[in-house]
């Protein structure tokens, strides 16, 4: 006799995964599909553009095998399969009108709304995953060290002196190459305006929120396609430059003024530096009151004492207390006097 168990055992059977579910993850995963983050509705998506999805897939036929008996399927009829299985989601751009100084549209816009017609089209059509994306290891390891940087950060001021000093320069070295950086870009780009009236950005994609880590340090700037701005508005730009740097260079603080603030901000960096819950101990320590309770009579001994020692005569000099008083004083002296005479 067979036991029911094992009959149920075998007529349950894990439901395969479902092929364009991994297709899916492959092409989001894969790094030649060229894809941008945008805002849709309120939320960050991850969206690519449909004629680079055609020519993604017409490039990596081995992805096809992923799809077991639908490899013979076009792009077009793969993107649609997608759609229909809410893996994907067509989306459009939000701002449909070019913006003053511009020939045509962005390539991939910052803010996208849901498309009317859920199919797939190449022609200036997008289309946003719609599934979470598996986060790697490192990411995952990643998100443990927060917690712990959080702790280093906030122990900062019991660190050793040399330690501090390290991590001191090395904060100021960074920020202020950020400076000097965003400095020398804002230079060169007004220079280059207001003289040739090109637009030319060091560094174009250091401020963007979307760019990939080599986008981010992608030194020079790719050919500019806005309109040649107007010699007037050059003028203006320039004249407006030099009256700022005259205003900034009238009003800028003197050598003494400098050496303060100086001296200042170098006090506040010492006193960070030099902490340490030994001093800070011992400074609470010796702040506190010191209160005998057991004698308190001789603490009203004292005080009476004390006070009678503030108010004798002998401590008091004829220089503190006003001539006009001591006048009034006395001639009081002297009416009482002459009242008991009589």
């Not at 092929?19 to 991850?46: C, I, M, N």
């Not at 059509?125 to 995952?140: E, G, N």
């Not at 390290?166 to 804002?186: E, P």
């Not at 702040?287 to 004698?295: G, R, Y």
């Amino acid at each position: 006799m067979k036991k029911p168990g094992g009959a149920e055992k075998k007529k349950k059977q894990a439901a395969p995964k479902d092929v364009f579910q991994v297709f899916a993850e492959k092409a989001r995963d894969h790094k030649d599909l060229v894809s941008r983050w945008a805002v849709l509705q309120e939320t960050r998506v991850e969206y690519f553009r449909g004629k680079d999805f055609v020519s993604f897939v017409r490039n990596h036929l081995e992805l096809k095998d992923i799809l077991e008996s639908d490899r013979s399927l076009e792009a077009e009829d793969i993107a649609n399969i997608l759609l229909k299985k809410n893996l994907l989601v067509r989306c459009d751009r939000v701002v449909k009108t070019v913006r003053p100084g511009k020939k045509k549209l962005s390539t991939f816009p910052a803010h996208l709304e849901i498309y009317h017609d859920q199919v797939f089209s190449e022609n200036d059509a997008f289309f946003a995953w719609t599934f979470v994306k598996r986060r790697p290891l490192w990411q995952t390891l990643l998100s443990f060290c927060w917690p712990v940087l959080t702790l280093a950060i906030c122990l900062f001021p019991v660190y050793p002196h040399q330690v501090k000093l390290l991590i001191l320069y090395s904060c100021a070295g960074l920020l202020l190459l950020i400076l000097c950086v965003l400095l020398l870009r804002g230079l060169v780009f007004g220079a280059l305006w207001i003289l040739l009236g090109k637009r030319f950005w060091l560094f174009p994609n250091i401020l963007a929120e979307e760019a990939t880590l080599k986008e981010l340090f992608q030194f020079w700037p790719q050919k500019d396609e806005g309109e040649r701005p107007k010699w007037t508005a050059r003028l203006f730009y320039a004249i407006a430059g030099v009256v700022l740097i005259s205003l900034l260079r009238h009003h800028a603080p003197d050598e003494a003024a400098r050496a303060r603030y100086q001296k200042r901000v170098s006090n506040i960096i010492d006193d960070v530096l030099e902490w340490s819950p030994s001093l800070a101990l011992s400074g609470m320590i010796e702040k506190q009151p010191v209160v005998n309770i057991t004698e308190p009579n001789d603490n009203v001994t004292d005080n009476k004492s004390s006070d009678e020692k503030l108010f004798s005569s002998g401590d008091l000099d004829d220089e503190t207390i006003p001539n006009e008083e001591v006048d009034e004083v006395t001639e009081t002296t002297e009416d009482s006097d002459h009242h008991q005479n009589i």
